[in-house]
């Protein structure tokens, strides 16, 4: 079990991926002859390295947990910042003597309240519809074509990158509608994501939620583009299914 470890330490290290490992066994035992102890040695070799990849394939599903609670902790960070944000401006109007608050500060306070209803023990699919309510919330039409895949890390990857947009297209792009559409094969699992709003004037630099969302795609093997001109556009595509096997 431990050179199982090692070896998979040691390929990751270099950069590689333990879903695309293939490990051989080469060990010598003396003869066997008809000899049940002698049996037991190759016996108790195979189970032990069945054993490492029982354990490492736990481990994967233990990451994917993790990794989702990470991202809600970072969400509720920002949704913190933002909440902050609209009661400075909020305290300003009121100490100004307005009679109402701003509609802009409005919207702001109903995206930071929805965005903390997301919880890491939800289906991807109960997330999705989260989004969704987020965006009638917020009077973002959200139109979907296609389903989630099956498969939970690649349909939980996907539906990360639809959020991700939602936030952009509000705050960066003033959108009105938002646009999903999920395509899959039998390899892989794929979203396009565009919306309504202004054109960027430049290529679009990642920044802290598009920059989280490339390594969380490209540390599952998948591909993420950003179209920045004539149009915005997002694409991410993630492998269906990779359990791992060694």
């Given at each position: 079990?431990?050179?199982?470890?090692?070896?998979?330490?040691?390929i990751v290290a270099a950069g590689g991926k333990t879903e695309d490992c293939y490990l051989t066994f080469q060990e010598y035992f003396p003869s066997l002859r008809g000899d049940s102890k002698r049996w037991a040695m190759p016996v108790s070799a195979l189970l032990g390295a069945f054993k490492a990849q029982m354990e490492l394939k736990k481990l994967s599903a233990n990451v994917i947990t993790i990794t989702r609670e990470e991202e809600i902790l970072n969400t509720k960070m920002r949704v913190h910042d933002e909440m902050g944000?609209?009661?400075?401006?909020?305290?300003?109007?009121?100490?100004?003597?307005?009679?109402?608050?701003?509609?802009?500060v409005v919207h702001s306070w109903q995206?930071?309240?929805?965005?903390?209803?997301?919880?890491?023990?939800?289906?991807?699919d109960d997330m999705?519809?989260?989004?969704?309510?987020?965006?009638?919330?917020?009077?973002?039409?959200?139109?979907?074509?296609?389903?989630?895949?099956?498969?939970?890390?690649?349909?939980?990857?996907?539906?990360?990158?639809?959020?991700e947009c939602v936030t952009n297209a509000v705050r960066y792009a003033a959108a009105d509608d938002l646009y999903?559409?999920?395509?899959?094969?039998?390899?892989?699992?794929?979203?396009?994501?565009?919306?309504?709003?202004?054109?960027?004037?430049?290529?679009?630099?990642?920044?802290?939620?598009?920059?989280?969302?490339?390594?969380?795609?490209?540390?599952?093997?998948?591909?993420m583009t950003v179209q920045s001109l004539p149009e915005f556009k997002l694409t991410v595509t993630v492998p269906k299914g990779k359990e791992g096997v060694l």
């Open positions: 079990m431990c050179a199982v470890t090692e070896s998979l330490a040691r944000r609209c009661l400075v401006e909020a305290r300003k109007y009121l100490r100004d003597g307005s009679d109402s608050i701003p509609e802009s995206r930071a309240v929805s965005m903390l209803k997301y919880n890491n023990e939800t289906s991807d999705l519809s989260q989004i969704r309510k987020t965006c009638e919330s917020i009077k973002l039409g959200f139109h979907q074509t296609g389903t989630l895949p099956k498969e939970e890390s690649a349909a939980y990857i996907l539906t990360c990158a639809v959020r999903a559409e999920f395509t899959e094969n039998k390899e892989f699992a794929t979203v396009h994501v565009t919306n309504s709003g202004k054109q960027p004037d430049s290529e679009i630099i990642e920044g802290g939620g598009l920059s989280t969302l490339r390594r969380r795609v490209e540390r599952a093997g998948g591909t």
